[in-house]
């Protein structure tokens, strides 16, 4: 995503997460990311959102295991995560005048939309809303 | 669920140096919101 801001332009970016507050500076600083992280740590964001928890085997399905295997050989280091691995995530664009513009609820971790689907849905919402 | 074109309720939630961050503060421009599935 990092590669495609400038194509998000005037976008306000905010990445929502269901961990604790005090994790998160360490969190955006080891990440360098340039825009805000979120604590919902109950999770009541996530479920306005349509964004619930997934059974595992739709977690740990064979394109989830690629996406580790394809992270893994570029050099990743993957940690235990020490959250909830069943909460799925989304990605939501809402546009100027504070409608939702575009809904990617993913049924596994391997199906988020590419940063080019995201770039054009912001792009839509900014001349629907313009 | 909430479905494309309807309004989004506001919310508030405290950001990475513990200050809100409002959805309606950010009104007159479009809004990414990327929700993570955990910390890595």
């Known amino acids: ?130 | 669920m909430m479905r494309p074109g309807t309004t989004v309720e506001d919310f508030t939630l405290p950001d990475d140096r513990d200050r809100p961050w409002t959805l309606s503060g950010q009104r007159g421009r479009p809004v990414l919101l990327v929700f993570h599935r955990h910390l890595m």
Do not use: K
């Not at chain 1, 893994?72 to 546009?95: K, N, S, Y």
């Open chain 1, 1 to 130: 995503m990092r590669d495609r801001l400038d194509d998000l332009g005037d976008t306000a970016v905010a990445v929502v997460t269901f961990a604790a507050v005090e994790r998160l500076a360490a969190h955006r600083e080891h990440l360098d990311l340039p825009f805000p992280l979120l604590a919902d740590p109950q999770r009541v964001v996530y479920g306005r959102f349509g964004l619930d928890r997934a059974p595992l085997w739709r977690i740990y399905n064979p394109g989830t295991l690629r996406l580790y295997g394809r992270l893994l050989a570029r050099g990743r280091r993957l940690r235990r995560p020490v959250d909830d691995t069943r909460q799925l995530g989304g990605d939501f664009v809402i546009d100027a005048n504070g409608r939702l513009a575009a809904a990617f609820r993913p049924r596994s971790p391997d199906d988020r939309p590419p940063i080019g689907d995201l770039v054009a849905a912001v792009r839509r919402a900014r001349s629907d809303s313009g």
